[in-house]
């Protein structure tokens, strides 16, 4: 490990706390330190060392953050399901989820995660195009992709167990 990298590795609680402070959200604050780092460790180059590595870090984040709710700004709306909407054949599973149950947890997810795992569902391409769409790296997709279909599991597994 270089002696960057291990700046960077030591500053990361600090960033975190910072992240949660900007954004109030645990998972997004996550996802803006993963973002903050990978900007960080891509662009270590043009550090000019004309500051502390610690303040060069916390502007990239803060940048981030900012970021992050430009793209929520223009981020569309995306149309809901209409509550109620039922299958036209019954299912042959014993306890059923309904289309209202599956509508509820996605709203239950938190947004950016709702988000990913929607354009995920509904857009064509490869995972790169999509995470490209939404303005966030391949691999802060491919997490919070990961996160919501497990927090959809867990929801999803607490209907079928009333």
């Known amino acids: 490990m270089t002696r960057f990298e291990g700046l960077v590795v030591d500053e990361v609680p600090r960033l975190r706390r910072h992240a949660l402070r900007l954004v109030g959200d645990r998972d997004l604050a996550d996802d803006l330190v993963h973002e903050a780092i990978a900007r960080a460790l891509a662009k270590r180059a043009t550090y000019a060392g004309d ?5 060069w870090l916390h502007a990239i984040l803060r940048n981030a953050a900012r970021d992050a709710a430009k793209r929520e700004a223009r981020t569309p ?5 209409e509550p109620g909407s039922e299958p036209s054949t019954p299912p042959l599973q014993e306890q059923a989820v309904t289309c209202a149950d599956i509508v509820h947890a996605i709203d239950g997810l938190a947004p950016g995660r709702r988000d990913a795992l929607l354009v995920e569902m509904n857009v064509g391409g490869d995972q790169s195009g999509r995470a490209a769409r939404m303005g966030i790296t391949l691999a802060t997709y491919r997490t919070r992709v990961h996160r919501a279909r497990e927090d959809m599991k867990s929801r999803l597994g607490s209907v079928r167990r009333r």
């Open 51 to 55: 500051g502390s590595p610690q303040a």
């Open 77 to 81: 709306d995306l149309l809901p399901i």
